[in-house]
């Protein structure tokens, strides 16, 4: 069993920055690939970016690329997404989760990951 919990969300303006941290608990963090998500209203839940174990291969959505950073520090059991250059596009609530190895084609997909915090809000302002 893994327990994720999302800090550092809030109301930004847009062209700011913001750091997401997700402190799992359990000693097999460095068994799972974390991921970032986010959701908002009327839309679907899609994936921001992705992470692999070893930090070797990360992965992220086609919104985000050259703005958001995925990075994990498996000493701490904590992943974080450091966010740039955010828009009013960006607001959502974001959510990290942790699923064993899935190639990339699959990584998309939310039903993959068995664990998922609360989720965390991230307001941008225009």
């Known amino acids: 069993q893994v327990q994720l919990a999302e800090s550092g969300g809030g109301l930004v303006q847009a062209g700011d920055s913001l750091r997401l941290s997700c402190t799992a608990s359990?000693?097999?963090?460095?068994?799972?690939?974390m991921a970032w998500f986010r959701q908002a209203p009327g839309k679907e839940r899609e994936l921001v970016a992705a992470?692999?174990?070893?930090?070797?291969?990360?992965y992220y959505g086609d919104s985000v690329k050259g703005r958001f950073t995925i990075s994990r520090d498996n000493a701490k059991n904590t992943a974080f997404l450091q966010m740039g250059s955010l828009k009013p596009e960006d607001t959502a609530v974001y959510y990290c989760?942790?699923?064993?190895?899935?190639?990339?084609?699959?990584?998309?997909?939310?039903?993959?990951?068995?664990?998922w915090g609360q989720g965390t809000q991230v307001a941008v302002s225009s």
């Open positions: 359990g000693r097999t963090f460095i068994r799972y690939t």
């Open positions: 989760a942790c699923r064993i190895y899935a190639p990339v084609s699959l990584l998309s997909q939310p039903v993959g990951y068995g664990f």
């Open positions: 992470i692999a174990p070893t930090s070797d291969r990360t």
